[in-house]
């Protein structure tokens, strides 16, 4: 059998990675073709997941449900598409991801993939399909740039966006992937005290490593949910996401489950009591010198007294200190987000790559 009359079936996320259990063993193969598909992609291992933390992943929680579709050839897995698939809100979208082992591309087979999870998304009654491409900067790198429907910055005209063009996708917003190497950064206590005193009395951090304490969990709750109203978000088919303490808990509960640890910097506006802005870290366990930085959010209202540069100062400062195998930090910005990218710069950031986000609108069946 060849890749061109490879199979494509659904693939059963496993209770238990039980080596005698055979939807382990195939949970598990597809889990390699993805890691490798990173390291091709970055050349670094940075992005690998243990089983332990894909499955926690793939598990279905309240507010989000994961398909898998494997193409196999007897019983070689070439190819998976990932379906993520929002249950509390955003019931119209779903995420795609497609990836195809190097032995088996030019043959069509990511786009039969494609097609098959399209098709799945279709009968979910999902009409909106997002995607995301990697584009590592490369300097000196042949051919053209493609600009997105936002109008602000580029990403390569590479395969990867070949593909989405294909599939009929268009590139609606580019992110900035930047890395900040801990080794290098002046970023310490020193800096976390000027950007306190620039923020000013009225404003108090707060801290927590794992779970929000409770007193604070309902005004972080607010936080989250307007992450998915006041990020540049283009031309992105995004409603607001609903947010609430058992929300907070959920997600919680799913990063430890992969194996996670979170830092949270948040800050406090005293007069009012108000959690006025946050941000996080992620350290998995299996990978301790690799930081992601994911949501930083100051309220509109709390906005010009530089409560990012705080927060995000703040858990570096943090992270270096109880978590110190961290040697470096990834972050993912809009490119029209020059206020956080500024701060970025400012910490010490530098831009490794662009991330494109991919839409294609469907009709409703």
Known sequence: MTQTSAVIAPLAIPETLDPSDPAAADFIAAGRLLNGHMLEVWGNTDFHDTPQTQLAGCRPTPVRRRVLLAARSGDQILGLATLSLPLADNTHSALVHVVVAPQARGAGLGKRLYAAAEEAAAAGGRTTILGETDHPARPGRAGGTLAPQSGTGVT?????????????????????????????????????????????????????????????????????????????????????????????????????????????????????????????????????????????????????????????????????????????IWTWNAAENKHMLAINDQLGFEPVGYSGEWQKLRPAR
């Open 156 to 328: 390569p005209a590479d395969p990867a966006a070949g593909f989405a063009e294909k599939m009929g996708f268009t590139l609606e917003q580019v992110e900035r992937i930047s890395l900040l190497n801990l080794m290098d950064t002046a970023v310490g206590a020193d800096a976390l005290e000027a950007a306190a005193e620039t923020a000013g009395g009225d404003y108090e951090l707060e801290f927590w490593h794992g779970s929000c304490p409770e007193h604070l969990v309902d005004a972080y709750a607010v936080l989250r949910q307007k992450m998915s109203t006041d990020a540049p978000m283009a031309g992105l088919d995004l409603e607001e996401e609903q947010w609430d303490a058992a929300r907070v808990r959920e997600t919680e509960r799913k990063a430890r489950d992969m194996d996670a640890e979170v830092l949270v910097s948040a800050v406090r506006h005293v007069p009012s009591g108000q959690l006025a802005g946050h941000t996080m870290l992620m350290v998995f366990n299996s990978n301790p010198a690799v930081a992601f930085q994911d949501d930083t959010l100051v309220l509109r209202e709390h906005r010009g007294h530089r409560l990012g540069m705080l927060l995000k100062t703040a858990n570096v400062v943090r992270l270096r200190s109880e978590l110190s195998d961290a040697l470096r």
